[in-house]
T-cell receptor, first 111, second 113 residues
Framework: SQQGEEDPQALSIQEGENATMNCSYKTSINNLQWYRQNSGRGLVHLILIRSNEREKHSGRLRVTLDTSKKSSSLLITASRAADTASYFCATAQTGANNLFFGTGTRLTVIP | DTAVSQTPKYLVTQMGNDKSIKCEQNLGHDTMYWYKQDSKKFLKIMFSYNNKELIINETVPNRFSPKSPDKAHLNLHINSLELGDSAVYFC????????????FGPGTRLLVL
Protein backbone atom coordinates (compact mmCIF):
# COMPACT_ATOMS: atom_id res chain seq x y z
CA SER A 1 0.00 0.00 0.00
CA GLN A 2 1.27 3.48 -0.80
CA GLN A 3 -0.60 5.20 1.97
CA GLY A 4 0.88 6.22 5.26
CA GLU A 5 -0.33 4.95 8.57
CA GLU A 6 -1.05 7.13 11.57
CA ASP A 7 -0.71 6.03 15.11
CA PRO A 8 -2.70 6.10 17.30
CA GLN A 9 -6.00 5.78 15.46
CA ALA A 10 -7.69 7.76 18.21
CA LEU A 11 -6.39 9.99 21.00
CA SER A 12 -8.28 11.66 23.81
CA ILE A 13 -6.62 14.28 26.02
CA GLN A 14 -7.51 17.10 28.41
CA GLU A 15 -7.36 20.70 27.29
CA GLY A 16 -3.91 22.13 27.92
CA GLU A 17 -2.10 18.83 27.41
CA ASN A 18 0.14 18.07 24.44
CA ALA A 19 -0.95 15.70 21.68
CA THR A 20 1.47 13.63 19.64
CA MET A 21 0.56 11.77 16.49
CA ASN A 22 2.84 9.60 14.42
CA CYS A 23 2.95 8.72 10.76
CA SER A 24 4.88 5.94 9.07
CA TYR A 25 5.33 5.51 5.33
CA LYS A 26 7.08 3.08 3.01
CA THR A 27 8.64 4.82 0.02
CA SER A 28 11.07 7.61 -0.81
CA ILE A 29 9.47 11.04 -0.44
CA ASN A 30 10.02 14.65 -1.49
CA ASN A 31 8.01 16.04 1.37
CA LEU A 32 5.47 15.10 4.02
CA GLN A 33 2.43 17.17 4.91
CA TRP A 34 -0.07 17.24 7.75
CA TYR A 35 -3.73 18.11 7.31
CA ARG A 36 -6.61 18.64 9.72
CA GLN A 37 -10.21 17.65 9.05
CA ASN A 38 -12.96 18.92 11.29
CA SER A 39 -16.12 16.83 11.38
CA GLY A 40 -18.13 17.27 8.19
CA ARG A 41 -15.58 19.60 6.58
CA GLY A 42 -12.80 19.47 4.02
CA LEU A 43 -9.15 18.94 4.84
CA VAL A 44 -7.03 21.94 5.77
CA HIS A 45 -3.31 22.03 5.09
CA LEU A 46 -1.31 22.59 8.29
CA ILE A 47 2.37 22.21 7.56
CA LEU A 48 4.81 20.80 5.00
CA ILE A 49 8.24 19.41 5.83
CA ARG A 50 10.73 18.65 3.08
CA SER A 51 12.78 15.46 2.98
CA ASN A 52 15.97 17.36 3.83
CA GLU A 53 14.42 18.96 6.91
CA ARG A 54 14.27 17.32 10.32
CA GLU A 55 12.01 19.63 12.27
CA LYS A 56 9.57 22.43 11.56
CA HIS A 57 7.41 24.67 13.70
CA SER A 58 4.23 26.58 13.03
CA GLY A 59 2.55 28.22 16.01
CA ARG A 60 1.62 25.42 18.43
CA LEU A 61 2.54 22.76 15.87
CA ARG A 62 5.85 20.97 15.76
CA VAL A 63 6.60 18.41 13.06
CA THR A 64 9.60 16.09 12.92
CA LEU A 65 10.72 13.90 10.06
CA ASP A 66 13.08 10.93 10.20
CA THR A 67 13.64 9.70 6.66
CA SER A 68 15.87 6.84 7.86
CA LYS A 69 12.94 5.44 9.85
CA LYS A 70 10.36 6.65 7.32
CA SER A 71 8.37 8.32 10.03
CA SER A 72 7.06 11.69 11.10
CA SER A 73 5.39 13.06 14.19
CA LEU A 74 3.03 15.96 14.76
CA LEU A 75 3.02 17.58 18.18
CA ILE A 76 0.27 19.98 19.16
CA THR A 77 1.19 21.84 22.32
CA ALA A 78 -1.24 23.32 24.85
CA SER A 79 -4.22 21.73 23.12
CA ARG A 80 -7.59 23.44 22.92
CA ALA A 81 -11.08 22.05 22.46
CA ALA A 82 -11.02 23.58 18.97
CA ASP A 83 -8.15 21.23 18.06
CA THR A 84 -10.64 18.33 18.13
CA ALA A 85 -10.46 16.91 14.60
CA SER A 86 -8.94 14.15 12.52
CA TYR A 87 -5.32 14.64 11.50
CA PHE A 88 -3.86 13.11 8.36
CA CYS A 89 -0.33 12.82 7.12
CA ALA A 90 0.24 12.87 3.37
CA THR A 91 3.40 11.98 1.51
CA ALA A 92 4.62 13.44 -1.75
CA GLN A 93 6.41 10.44 -3.13
CA THR A 94 9.31 10.75 -5.52
CA GLY A 95 8.07 10.69 -9.12
CA ALA A 96 4.37 10.92 -8.24
CA ASN A 97 2.01 13.73 -9.15
CA ASN A 98 -0.28 13.39 -6.16
CA LEU A 99 -0.26 12.96 -2.41
CA PHE A 100 -0.83 9.71 -0.58
CA PHE A 101 -2.88 10.19 2.55
CA GLY A 102 -2.65 8.19 5.73
CA THR A 103 -5.50 6.65 7.66
CA GLY A 104 -5.81 9.53 10.12
CA THR A 105 -5.72 10.05 13.88
CA ARG A 106 -8.94 11.17 15.55
CA LEU A 107 -8.02 13.66 18.28
CA THR A 108 -10.52 14.62 20.97
CA VAL A 109 -9.62 17.45 23.33
CA ILE A 110 -11.81 17.48 26.42
CA PRO A 111 -12.53 20.95 27.83
CA ASP B 1 -14.46 34.39 -0.76
CA THR B 2 -14.52 30.62 -0.86
CA ALA B 3 -11.27 29.28 -2.30
CA VAL B 4 -12.52 25.86 -3.44
CA SER B 5 -16.26 25.39 -3.71
CA GLN B 6 -18.34 22.35 -4.56
CA THR B 7 -21.98 21.90 -5.45
CA PRO B 8 -24.12 20.31 -4.29
CA LYS B 9 -23.15 19.83 -0.65
CA TYR B 10 -25.55 16.91 -0.25
CA LEU B 11 -26.81 14.53 -2.90
CA VAL B 12 -29.36 11.79 -2.20
CA THR B 13 -30.37 9.71 -5.19
CA GLN B 14 -31.59 6.33 -6.30
CA MET B 15 -29.49 3.50 -7.68
CA GLY B 16 -29.11 3.67 -11.43
CA ASN B 17 -29.38 7.44 -11.67
CA ASP B 18 -26.77 9.72 -13.23
CA LYS B 19 -25.49 12.71 -11.26
CA SER B 20 -22.85 15.42 -11.49
CA ILE B 21 -20.79 17.26 -8.90
CA LYS B 22 -19.23 20.61 -9.74
CA CYS B 23 -16.05 22.16 -8.39
CA GLU B 24 -14.58 25.62 -8.81
CA GLN B 25 -11.41 27.19 -7.43
CA ASN B 26 -10.58 30.89 -7.41
CA LEU B 27 -6.96 30.49 -6.29
CA GLY B 28 -5.47 30.60 -9.77
CA HIS B 29 -4.10 27.09 -9.31
CA ASP B 30 -3.07 24.91 -12.25
CA THR B 31 -3.97 21.52 -10.78
CA MET B 32 -7.26 20.11 -9.51
CA TYR B 33 -8.19 16.76 -7.97
CA TRP B 34 -11.11 14.55 -7.08
CA TYR B 35 -10.90 12.36 -3.98
CA LYS B 36 -13.31 9.84 -2.49
CA GLN B 37 -13.48 9.48 1.30
CA ASP B 38 -15.18 6.36 2.55
CA SER B 39 -16.92 5.73 5.85
CA LYS B 40 -13.60 4.83 7.48
CA LYS B 41 -12.20 8.24 6.50
CA PHE B 42 -9.78 6.72 3.98
CA LEU B 43 -9.05 9.32 1.30
CA LYS B 44 -8.43 7.94 -2.17
CA ILE B 45 -7.31 9.95 -5.19
CA MET B 46 -9.53 9.45 -8.22
CA PHE B 47 -8.46 11.95 -10.84
CA SER B 48 -6.21 14.94 -11.31
CA TYR B 49 -6.07 17.58 -14.02
CA ASN B 50 -3.22 19.97 -14.69
CA ASN B 51 -4.14 22.91 -16.92
CA LYS B 52 -7.20 21.01 -18.20
CA GLU B 53 -5.13 17.92 -19.01
CA LEU B 54 -5.77 14.61 -17.23
CA ILE B 55 -2.62 13.56 -15.38
CA ILE B 56 -3.92 11.08 -12.83
CA ASN B 57 -6.56 8.49 -13.57
CA GLU B 58 -6.59 5.93 -10.80
CA THR B 59 -8.40 2.62 -10.93
CA VAL B 60 -11.92 3.97 -10.86
CA PRO B 61 -14.98 2.47 -12.59
CA ASN B 62 -15.52 4.06 -15.98
CA ARG B 63 -18.95 5.14 -14.74
CA PHE B 64 -16.99 8.06 -13.27
CA SER B 65 -15.98 10.68 -15.81
CA PRO B 66 -14.21 13.92 -14.95
CA LYS B 67 -14.36 16.98 -17.12
CA SER B 68 -12.33 20.19 -16.90
CA PRO B 69 -13.77 22.98 -19.07
CA ASP B 70 -11.05 25.35 -17.87
CA LYS B 71 -8.36 25.23 -15.22
CA ALA B 72 -10.64 26.76 -12.59
CA HIS B 73 -13.32 24.08 -12.90
CA LEU B 74 -13.33 20.32 -12.52
CA ASN B 75 -16.61 18.46 -12.64
CA LEU B 76 -17.36 14.82 -11.89
CA HIS B 77 -20.13 12.93 -13.63
CA ILE B 78 -21.25 9.56 -12.34
CA ASN B 79 -23.38 7.22 -14.43
CA SER B 80 -25.54 4.37 -13.18
CA LEU B 81 -24.99 5.08 -9.50
CA GLU B 82 -24.47 2.09 -7.22
CA LEU B 83 -24.86 1.68 -3.46
CA GLY B 84 -21.07 1.47 -3.08
CA ASP B 85 -20.67 4.94 -4.54
CA SER B 86 -22.05 6.41 -1.33
CA ALA B 87 -19.21 8.45 0.15
CA VAL B 88 -17.95 11.98 0.53
CA TYR B 89 -16.32 13.36 -2.61
CA PHE B 90 -13.75 16.11 -2.19
CA CYS B 91 -12.39 18.43 -4.80
CA UNK B 92 -8.97 19.97 -4.19
CA UNK B 93 -6.56 22.24 -5.99
CA UNK B 94 -2.86 23.02 -5.83
CA UNK B 95 -0.60 25.58 -7.41
CA UNK B 96 1.15 22.92 -9.48
CA UNK B 97 1.20 19.14 -9.66
CA UNK B 98 3.90 17.12 -7.93
CA UNK B 99 3.03 16.90 -4.28
CA UNK B 100 2.65 20.49 -3.16
CA UNK B 101 0.11 21.69 -0.60
CA UNK B 102 -3.49 21.06 -1.60
CA UNK B 103 -6.57 23.11 -0.80
CA PHE B 104 -9.79 21.19 -0.30
CA GLY B 105 -13.41 22.00 -0.92
CA PRO B 106 -16.08 21.33 1.72
CA GLY B 107 -17.07 17.99 0.20
CA THR B 108 -20.19 16.54 -1.41
CA ARG B 109 -21.96 13.90 0.64
CA LEU B 110 -23.45 11.38 -1.77
CA LEU B 111 -25.97 8.85 -0.56
CA VAL B 112 -27.23 6.26 -3.02
CA LEU B 113 -30.43 4.50 -1.96
Amino acid sequence: SQQGEEDPQALSIQEGENATMNCSYKTSINNLQWYRQNSGRGLVHLILIRSNEREKHSGRLRVTLDTSKKSSSLLITASRAADTASYFCATAQTGANNLFFGTGTRLTVIP
Amino acid sequence: DTAVSQTPKYLVTQMGNDKSIKCEQNLGHDTMYWYKQDSKKFLKIMFSYNNKELIINETVPNRFSPKSPDKAHLNLHINSLELGDSAVYFCASSQTSGGVAQYFGPGTRLLVL
